[in-house]
C-alpha cells in the first residue's frame, strides 16, 4: 500500500524535482550538464552508490533529458521559414555562369545552420542522457534481482531457533522494554506539563472522531429501510469511506499526542512513525469485506455465502502479515540481530501468512463452487470473465502458499518474502478494483435510471476495461517494477507515431476517447430524461416521440464525435485523398447497408412507419417495435419478431393501418340463401352492426347487397371503427350476434352444394 501511494504522488507530480530549475532553452548551461555527466559515468564505473543515490542522479540526469527534449525543436518556426525562403529561390545555373544569387543562397544556408545548431547540440545531448538513464536503470535492475537471488544459510537448522526466537522477541518488543526503562527526567516532566492542554485535545479528539466514524456506519441502518436497493449501493460506500476516514484520523491524532509527551523513546518514536500506516493497512482490511459481502447489489451479493467466507478475520490476518513484514524490515534492523534470526522470523510469517491465504483459497473456492451451481439452476446466469476470476485466483493462491515458504526454507529468503507480500497487495488491490468497478457501473445504471441491473451492457463493459487498466501500473509497482521505470515506459508510449502527417499519443486517443465517451454519456441522459420525463408531458404520439429520441442520439453521437475531434486537435485533412479513394470502395461494398441506413432517417424524419403502428409490408403485419439504424423489427401477431430493411419500407408498398390515427373501416361479408327477404337480412344485419359499442355512430355502419353469388345472396357489413386494433375480436364478435339472429329468424345461410353426374355408369358394373 506503501508503494502505491508513493506511486500516485509521483504520478500527479512527475517532474517535482525538477520545479525549480528555470533554463532559457535558447542558453542552456552544457558546462553544467558536462559536470553531470562526468559524475553519472563515475559513479557507473565504481558501482557502489547506494540505490537512493542512483535515484537521486537518474532523477537529475532525466530532468536534464527534458529540458534536451523540449529544446530539439527550438527555432523550428524560424527554420520552416527560412527553408521555405531558400527552396523558393531559382536553382544554380547550369552553363557555368555566375550566380546572381549566390550572397543571398550562401546567407541562407549560413542562417539555416546557425539556427538548427541549437536543436542539433539538445539531440546530442538528449541520447547522452538517454543512454544514461538506460545504464542507471540496468545497474539498479540488476542491484535488485541480486537481492532477490541472494542465498543464505537455511532457517531451518534446530540449532539456530533459541536464539532466533530470543532475538525475535526482543527486537519486536523493544519500543514496550524501552518505555519501561525510560527514566522521566524533570525536563521530561516540565515538557508534559506544558503540553498537558495539547495531549488532552488531541485524545479528546481523538476518542471523539472514532465515534463519529462508528455513528456515520450506524446511521446506514436508518437510510436502508428508506432508499431502494440500486441507490442504497451508491450511498454506502462513500459513507463507508467517511468512516474510514474519521477512524484513522484518530489514530493520526493519538500518534501526534504521543510524540508530544515526550515519554516515548528512539524505538517508540520509530515504531509511531509507522503506526499510521498499519492502522491504514488494518482498518482497510477490515473495510474490504464489508463492501464485498455485505451490499444489495453486485455480483458476489447474489451468492449465499456463509459466514466462514464472508469473515473478517481473513482480510485482518493478512493485514497483520504485511505489518510483520514491515516490523522485520524496520524494527529487525534496528536492534543486534544476526542473520540466521532474521532469516527464522521471515519464515514463522511466511508460514503464518501461508495459514491465512489458506482460509482465503476456502473462500475462494466456496465462491467458485457458488457459481457452477447457480449456472446449473439458472441458464440465464452467464459466466462473465469476472464470474471466471475467482479460479484463477484460487489456482494462484495455492502455488503461492507452498513456493514462499519452500524459497525461503531453502536460503532464498528476500525472494519468499517479497512474493508473499506481492501476492497479498495484489489480492488486495484486486478486491479494490471490483469494488469500484461494482460502484461505477451502479453509479452509471442510477444516472441512467436503467430498468434492469443490466451490467453487460457495452458502457460498463468500456468502464471496468478502463478501470483494470488504471490498475495495471499499480500492480506493476507491487510485484517490483520501480516508480522511475514505469515513468519512462510512459513517457515512451506517450511519444505515441506518426500517421502521415498527423501524430498520435496515447493522451492524444485517451482524450478523444475520453471526451467522446463523455458526449455518449450526455446524450444518452439526455435521451432518458426525453423518455422519462419531459415527452410523456406532450401531446405527440409514441412514434413521434422515438424517433426525436433517436434524432438526438444520432445527433449527439455525431457532435460527440466533432467535438473530440477539434478539442484534441487531430487534423484529418490529411486523410480526405485516403478516405476519398476508401469511400467508393465501401460505397460499392456496403451500398445496401448505406441505404437501409439513409432509409432510416428518412422513417425518423418523415414518419410514414413510427413506433407502434400496425403495418403490412412485403406479405408480413404486424406492429413495429423499433426502428434502429440499419431495419426495423415488426411484432406479428403470433408473437414472432420479423426484420424488415429499412429501404423495403421506403422504396417498396407498405399498408399502414393505423398512420396518423386508428380509426379505420371493418368490412363482414354475409351470404343467405336464394329465395330469403333481401329487405329483412339487410334491416337484421344493419342493426347488429348499429348495436355494437365500438363501432362509429358517425358515420354509421351500412349494409351493402353485393349480388348474386353462385350459392348465395352477398352481403357485407361496413363500418368505422375508433380503434382498428380491435378488429378481429369485433368480427368475431358480430358473426357470433348474425349466426345467432339467422337462426332465430330462420335465415338459412347456404354452403356450397354440387351434384355429381357420372357419365356412362355402366361402366362401372
Known amino acids: 500500500m506503501r508503494f502505491i501511494l508513493v506511486f500516485i504522488l509521483l504520478t500527479l507530480t512527475p517532474n517535482f524535482a ?84 549566390k550572397v543571398r543562397r550562401n546567407k541562407l544556408k549560413n542562417l539555416l545552420n546557425e539556427l538548427k545548431m541549437p536543436g542539433l547540440k539538445a539531440n546530442d545531448a538528449f541520447i547522452q542522457a538517454d543512454t544514461l538513464i538506460n545504464e542507471i536503470d540496468l545497474l539498479l535492475r540488476a542491484r535488485q534481482t541480486d537481492a532477490l537471488l541472494t542465498i543464505v544459510e537455511s532457517p531451518l537448522r534446530p540449532s539456530i531457533w533459541a536464539q532466533a526466537i530470543s532475538q525475535s522477541f526482543n527486537a519486536l518488543f523493544a519500543p514496550i522494554s524501552e518505555f519501561s526503562s525510560i527514566e522521566i527526567s524533570d525536563a521530561q516532566k516540565t515538557n508534559f506539563k506544558i503540553q498537558a492542554v495539547s495531549i488532552f485535545a488531541l485524545v479528546f479528539g481523538a476518542i471523539t472522531s472514532w465515534i463519529v466514524g462508528l455513528k456515520v456506519m450506524s446511521s446506514l441502518d436508518s437510510i436502508t429501510n428508506k432508499t431502494p ?55 482497510f482490511a477490515l473495510w474490504l469485506p464489508k463492501q464485498l459481502f455485505n451490499g444489495n447489489v453486485g455480483f458476489l451479493s447474489s451468492l449465499n455465502l456463509s459466514n466462514k467466507a464472508t469473515t473478517s478475520s481473513n482480510f485482518a490476518g493478512a493485514a497483520v502479515v504485511l505489518i510483520f513484514f514491515d516490523l522485520t524490515a524496520t524494527g529487525l534492523a534496528q536492534t543486534s540481530i544476526n542473520q540466521d534470526s532474521y532469516s527464522f522470523a521471515i519464515l514463522i510469517i511466511t508460514i503464518l501468512a501461508g495459514f491465512v491465504l489458506w482460509r482465503v483459497c476456502n473462500s475462494i473456492k466456496e465462491i467458485e463452487n457458488l457459481i457452477s451451481q447457480k449456472q446449473k439452476d439458472d441458464e440465464q446466469f452467464s459466466i462473465s470473465f469476472l464470474r471466471r476470476l475467482p479460479n484463477l485466483i484460487y489456482r494462484l493462491l495455492l502455488i503461492s502458499i507452498f513456493l514462499a515458504p519452500i524459497l525461503v526454507s531453502v536460503g532464498y529468503v528476500n525472494a519468499g518474502q517479497e512474493l508473499t507480500k506481492s501476492i497479498i497487495l495484489s489480492l488486495g488491490l484486486l478486491l479494490t478494483v471490483i469494488i469500484i468497478q461494482d460502484y461505477v457501473i451502479d453509479l452509471y445504471l442510477m444516472v441512467l435510471r436503467e430498468e434492469k441491473d443490466n451490467r453487460d451492457q457495452l458502457v460498463p463493459i468500456l468502464l471496468s476495461f478502463v478501470l483494470l487498466l488504471i490498475s495495471l501500473p499499480f500492480f506493476a509497482v507491487i510485484w517490483g517494477i520501480r516508480q522511475q521505470e514505469l515513468f519512462e515506459i510512459w513517457s515512451n508510449f506517450q511519444s505515441g507515431f506518426e500517421l502521415g502527417t498527423i501524430k498520435l499519443s496515447p493522451g492524444l486517443i485517451l482524450g478523444f ?53 477539434s478539442t484534441t486537435g ?54 413495429v417495435r423499433d426502428i434502429s439504424v440499419r431495419s426495423t423489427r415488426i411484432e406479428t401477431f403470433d408473437r ?35 329465395g330469403t327477404d333481401t329487405k329483412v337480412v339487410e334491416a337484421i344485419l344493419k342493426e347488429i352492426a348499429e348495436a355494437h359499442p365500438k363501432i362509429l355512430k358517425d358515420p354509421g355502419p351500412s349494409v351493402v347487397f353485393q349480388g348474386f353469388g353462385s350459392d348465395s345472396l352477398d352481403f357485407e357489413i361496413r363500418a368505422i371503427l375508433g ?22 329468424e330462420a335465415i338459412e345461410i347456404p354452403f356450397a352444394q354440387r351434384d355429381i353426374w357420372i357419365k356412362n355408369p355402366e361402366s362401372l358394373k
Open 18 to 101: 525538477f520545479s525549480n530549475l528555470e533554463i532559457d532553452h535558447s542558453v542552456i548551461p552544457y558546462e553544467n550538464w558536462a559536470s553531470t555527466v562526468t559524475r553519472a559515468e563515475s559513479v557507473l564505473s565504481a558501482g557502489r552508490a547506494s540505490e537512493k543515490s542512483l535515484e537521486i542522479l537518474r532523477d537529475e540526469v532525466r530532468n536534464w533529458r527534458s529540458v534536451f527534449k523540449t529544446s530539439i525543436g527550438v527555432n523550428s518556426d524560424r527554420i520552416s521559414l527560412i527553408q521555405t525562403q531558400f527552396n523558393a529561390l531559382p536553382p544554380v545555373p547550369d552553363d557555368g555562369s555566375e550566380d546572381p544569387l
Open 229 to 283: 436497493a440500486k441507490r442504497f449501493g451508491v450511498i454506502k460506500l462513500p459513507i463507508s469511506l467517511l468512516e474510514f476516514l474519521f477512524k484513522f484520523f484518530s489514530i493520526i491524532l493519538i500518534v501526534r499526542a504521543l510524540h508530544l509527551s515526550g515519554m516515548v523513546g528512539l524505538k517508540g518514536s520509530l515504531f509511531l512513525d509507522q503506526l499510521p500506516y498499519f492502522g491504514a493497512l488494518l482498518l
Open 513 to 565: 476517447l475520453i471526451i467522446f465517451t463523455i458526449g455518449y454519456m450526455v446524450t444518452r441522459f439526455v435521451q432518458s430524461a426525453l423518455q422519462s420525463t419531459i415527452l410523456p408531458r406532450t401531446s405527440m404520439d409514441s412514434g413521434a416521440q422515438t424517433a426525436i429520441i433517436s434524432g438526438v442520439g444520432y445527433v449527439g453521437i455525431f457532435l460527440a464525435a466533432i467535438v473530440a475531434f
Open 570 to 623: 487531430l487534423d484529418l485533412s490529411s486523410l480526405a485523398i485516403v478516405a476519398g479513394a476508401l469511400s467508393v470502395g465501401i460505397g460499392f461494398g456496403l451500398q445496401n447497408i448505406v441505404s437501409n441506413f439513409v432509409s432510416g432517417i428518412i422513417l425518423l424524419i418523415e414518419r410514414p412507419v413510427s413506433v407502434g403502428d400496425w403495418i403490412e409490408v412485403s406479405g408480413k403485419m404486424g406492429y
Open 640 to 674: 414472432s419478431d420479423v426484420i424488415i430493411p429499412n429501404a423495403d419500407l421506403v422504396s417498396g408498398v407498405v399498408t399502414n393501418y393505423t398512420r396518423g390515427n386508428t380509426v379505420g373501416r371493418l368490412i363482414i361479408p354475409v351470404g343467405v340463401a336464394y
Open 723 to 744: 380503434d382498428v386494433n380491435w378488429m378481429l375480436s369485433i368480427k368475431s364478435e358480430i358473426n357470433h350476434q348474425i349466426a345467432e339472429r339467422f337462426a332465430k
